[in-house]
Nanobody, 120 residues
Framework: QVHLVESGGGLVQSGGSLRLSCVASGRTFSINSMGWYRQAPGKERELVAQWIRGNTENTITDSVKGRFTFSRDNAKNTVYLQMNNVNPEDTAVYFC?????????????WGQGTQVTVSS
């Protein structure tokens, strides 16, 4: 079992910055991937950025490239999303996500979500 706790959301003006953090606890040694999704009102949840064990590069969605930076601190079991030059289209609930494999079964874990609101 993995428990995820996010922090860092809030209200920010267009062009501003926010930094999201997500701390994992529990069976963190077996995490296969960890990252951030977001869900805007009336839209499907979408991947923003993640790392996958064994991959040399992190994944980051095109719409945030050049503005958002994804990083992780293995010693702290924490991932971060530095959001710069935000715009109203970035308004969403941001969810931390992790998964692990238990034999053939993929187990997925979600944080409670943190609201990011960008005002124009």
């Amino acid at each position: 079992q993995v428990h995820l706790v996010e922090s860092g959301g809030g209200l920010v003006q267009s062009g501003g910055s926010l930094r999201l953090s997500c701390v994992a606890s529990g069976r963190t040694f077996s995490i296969n991937s960890m990252g951030w999704y977001r869900q805007a009102p009336g839209k499907e949840r979408e991947l923003v950025a993640q790392w996958i064990r064994g991959n040399t590069e992190n994944t980051i969605t095109d719409s945030v490239k050049g503005r958002f930076t994804f990083s992780r601190d293995n010693a702290k079991n924490t991932v971060y999303l530095q959001m710069n030059n935000v715009n109203p289209e970035d308004t969403a609930v941001y969810f931390c996500h992790a998964d692990q494999w238990l034999g053939p079964r993929r187990l997925q874990y979600w944080g409670q979500g943190t609201q990011v609101t960008v005002s124009s």
